[in-house]
């Protein structure tokens, strides 16, 4: 496969929409073909289901399809793959998705997000799709307190019919904290301080980074060093009881990149907003055609966007081609050594990043690359993120796009869009003043409706 783009650090490159159009064109003309369907569900009972035709006994049928359910089970979530189709091809899936085959780490991930043992079903009745669209957001009446729990610091605003009367950002170390009380504490104390400048508290919003099923936390690097059995006893609730506090006041904790594609909404005044955070890692959100989420989980870092197997490895999930090497500051890493850049390898990688930025800064041409690089990484990444999404805008941000360097990736990717996928009208825009304005504080304030 040739690429309109080539990619002088990252000659290898294979964008997995190419790939799946390749891989449809070649089974559309043959003389013989069958439908696999699978489809994976979620809680309560929520599924996504996807169907696609193959050439029975192609070799290329498996490693396609298992790039497409780690891609689903990633962008959606699941504990359960229920699966229809040639025999070879079953069996094979079966075994990649076990604790024994290759994507073992899906496996065990899943089944501690959804609390539930994973599964992968063969059966001729592949349950339809059933989809979740639900309302987030919006509710600037009465007293509310938002809050946003950084790695590095955590924000409350008190927030007054959609007016914000108290902000305080206070510096944490959530990350390296064993004792779950120092969470709690840590989140009570910023609830309080925001309750203190309000005649009541009428509603409690939390936006945080991680994955939260039903107002509990299922995964969050904010617990990292908590050892499970105190995670599983003091913070996989600990939202719901520190709002307790507040006696039986609504609570709504979403994920942080949910939220950020909210108050793109709140700005933008809009829908099909798909929010993506370049930083330590990808951080992802999406507001629906109805201005909801979805209730899906959106971490595209682990989604697949190059085809490549000797692409590099992401060390946590021990799979290659993942979107975490190529829309963050792991990326940019990647690519200086490529482009001929020493960094000190003795810097933090948020330090490294800062080396390129400066010499982005001075345009250096090989600082250049790198940027044109991730932009064209981008630009072909956005349609196969549309397999899944209904996207009209890309919000842009983290600290990979500060500067110019996210002037070209934009710029870049822009120009991959056009030349390459004319078919997508996709607006990618960065956070502007009045959105800076709305900001996460009054985003996550509106989550839940009062009573």
């Avoid at 790939?19 to 089974?27: D, G, H, P, Q, T």
């Avoid at 069996?91 to 899906?106: L, P, Q």
């Avoid at 989980?297 to 190529?326: R, T």
């Amino acid at each position: 496969m040739s690429l309109k783009y080539n990619l002088n650090l990252d000659p290898k490159f294979q964008p997995m929409v190419m790939e799946l159009r390749e891989f449809k064109a070649k089974v559309a003309k043959a003389a013989e073909k069958t439908t696999v369907s699978f489809c994976v569900e979620r809680n309560n009972g929520y599924r996504y289901r996807y169907d696609l035709d193959v050439i029975p006994g192609d070799p290329a049928n498996v490693k396609m399809v298992e790039r497409l359910l780690k891609s689903i089970l990633w962008v959606v979530g699941g504990y359960k793959i229920y699966i229809n189709g040639p025999k070879d091809l079953t069996d094979e899936i079966v075994k990649i998705f076990s604790m024994e085959g290759s994507r073992a780490f899906d496996v065990e991930f899943m089944s501690r997000v959804y609390r539930n043992k994973f599964e992968v079903v063969v059966t001729e009745d592949v349950p339809a799709s059933v989809e979740a669209s639900i309302k987030v957001g919006g509710h600037l009446d009465g007293c509310r307190i938002g809050f946003d729990a950084g790695g590095s610091d955590r924000k409350v605003s008190a927030v007054v019919n959609g007016e914000v009367i108290y902000s305080e950002e206070v510096v944490w170390f959530p990350k390296t904290n064993e004792d779950p009380n120092y969470h709690y504490e840590g989140i009570l104390d910023s609830f309080n301080r925001a309750a203190s400048k309000m005649p009541r508290v009428d509603a409690i919003g939390v936006s945080s980074a991680g994955i939260y099923i039903d107002n509990e936390v299922r995964v969050a690097s904010l617990f990292v060093k908590v050892p499970q059995d105190k995670f599983d006893a003091e913070a996989r609730d600990i939202y719901i009881r520190a709002a307790k506090q507040f006696g039986d006041v609504p609570l709504q904790v979403v994920n942080d990149g949910d939220v950020t594609a909210l108050a793109g909404a709140l700005s933008l005044e809009d829908t099909k907003i798909l929010g993506i955070a370049m930083g330590t890692s990808e951080a992802v959100g999406y507001i629906n055609t109805d201005g909801n989420i979805n209730g899906w989980l959106s971490e595209l870092a682990f989604v697949p966007v190059d085809y490549n197997e000797d692409a590099m490895v992401d060390e946590w999930s021990g799979d290659y081609g993942c979107g975490v090497k190529y829309f963050s500051q792991d990326g940019v890493i990647k690519l200086a050594k490529n482009a001929g850049i020493e960094l000190d390898e003795a810097l933090s990688p948020a330090e490294k990043l800062k080396v390129v930025q400066g010499l982005m800064a001075n345009d250096d041409p090989r600082a250049k690359e790198i940027y044109e690089t991730i932009g064209v990484y981008l630009g072909y990444t956005i349609p196969y993120y549309a397999e899944f999404y209904d996207i009209k805008y890309l919000l842009l941000l983290g600290r990979v796009t500060s500067g110019k360097g996210g002037d070209l990736i934009i710029e870049k990717a822009n120009e991959v869009l056009k030349e390459v996928f004319p078919e997508f009208n996709v607006q990618i825009t960065t956070p502007d003043e009045k959105m800076r304005r709305v900001g996460q504080s009054i985003a996550a304030a509106s989550l839940p409706a009062t009573k």
